[in-house]
């Protein structure tokens, strides 16, 4: 039997600095502090760090696990602990976050479904000319996505049990429950009864099917440091909130370009993820990772955020105004146009980021 020796730059076959990363932006975390600017500055390098290193880890347990499972444990672990933020802060600071659900979720779909989707397009055709995906898993994702959105997100301005964008609560049990298994569905097609419609095999230099397997030892290792990761990158950029916040004050800006900034930097991870696959020509993982997170952030957020505001009495703002509901419509509609062919090219991605471009815009300027 061969026994493999111990090589300190690279702990079970892992890159040095994608463990020590996570760390340090543990301590980073319990130690620094963010009101003081060189602090801050380090905070915010540990932060992108720490980003880099969940890309990392996330790529190692997605060769191991194999896809579609690899994408959707880098969107469960992200969505989870953003949904954990989300209540910690609701449960804290009471009436004054009613409209952080709301925020978060039209921010996750914008980014995802626009920025992400939209860069991986651009780059994607850029480099390939024209990339292929299966369509059918994608079609599918897309479907559950505008039903949780809409339900969500647009017709509590139009239900009349309570005045103004709020759900009665028996009407928000209803949609908790919806959601939930809707989000459900997604996951027993994706892992189990439809696998084969989320996945696109291409013969392609780069893609995982080429690389040695990843040891047992290496996937724990890796999925253990991706988890520290992710705890640490939505720490840092909490424990940064306050000094983004005063920038955006600084600049005369509305305050919702804090929760922009937020969503953007706990979304990261998936979107340099999302990134690299395109560039390998795997756009069928970015599809895949874009999408589900998209999916997860709605499916598990809804159901936490409406248990927790029955339970300790909160009033939930979900309802978006006129402006967000019409990109969010432009954004599904153009999504199921772009994405109805099996097909992409850079045309899309530059439609999908100016609508990126315009929410942003009118975000800061509205």
């Known amino acids: 039997m061969t026994v493999t020796a111990f090589n300190p730059r690279r702990p079970f076959g892992i890159e040095l600095w994608a463990i020590l990363m996570p760390l340090l932006a543990m301590i980073a975390v319990l130690a620094a502090d963010a009101g003081n600017l060189t602090q801050a500055l380090v905070c915010a390098v540990l932060l992108a760090g720490a980003i ?11 060769h191991y696990l194999g896809e579609p499972f690899g994408t959707l444990t880098l969107a469960l672990a992200v969505t989870v602990i953003e949904v954990a933020l989300i209540v910690s802060i609701m449960i804290a600071e009471g009436s004054a976050a009613q409209t952080l659900a709301r925020d978060t979720l039209i921010a996750a779909i914008m980014i995802t479904i626009n920025g992400i989707v939209g860069i991986c397009l651009l780059a994607g055709g850029r480099m390939h000319h024209e990339q292929t995906y299966t369509q059918q898993g994608v079609s599918a994702a897309l479907a559950m996505l505008s039903t949780l959105a809409v339900l969500t997100l647009v017709l509590p301005n139009f239900t009349v049990s309570v005045r103004g964008p709020f759900y009665a609560p028996q009407q928000l049990v209803f949609v908790a429950l919806v959601s939930l298994i809707i989000y459900a569905t997604f996951v027993v097609a994706q892992t189990i009864r439809h696998r084969d419609h989320f996945l ?9 099917a080429h690389e040695a397997p990843v040891p047992r030892a290496k996937a724990f290792a890796a ?12 720490l ?10 005063d920038a955006v004050d600084a600049l005369d800006a509305p305050r919702a370009l804090v929760g922009v900034v937020f969503a953007g930097l706990v979304l990261a991870p998936e979107g340099f993820a ?5 560039r390998a020509n795997r756009v069928q993982n970015s599809l895949n990772l874009a999408i589900g997170s998209a999916l997860a952030t709605i499916g598990l957020t809804i159901p936490v955020v409406a248990m927790v505001a029955l339970v300790f009495d909160l009033d939930l703002e979900l309802g978006l105004d006129m402006r967000s509901t019409i990109l969010l ?3 599904l ?3 199921t146009l772009t994405l109805s062919r099996g097909r992409t090219t850079m045309v899309q991605g530059v439609v999908h980021l100016v609508i990126f471009a315009t929410w942003l815009f009118t975000t800061i300027f509205p």
């Open 52 to 62: 880099m290193a969940a890309v990392y880890h996330a790529e190692v347990l997605a």
């Open 200 to 208: 696109h095999h291409i013969e392609d230099a780069d893609d995982h």
């Open 223 to 234: 999925g253990a440091a991706l988890a520290v990761a992710l705890v640490g990158v939505v």
């Open 236 to 245: 840092l950029a909490k424990k940064l909130s306050p000094l983004i916040g």
């Open 274 to 278: 999302a990134l690299r696959a395109a």
């Open 329 to 331: 419509a432009l954004t």
């Open 333 to 335: 509609l153009v999504a």
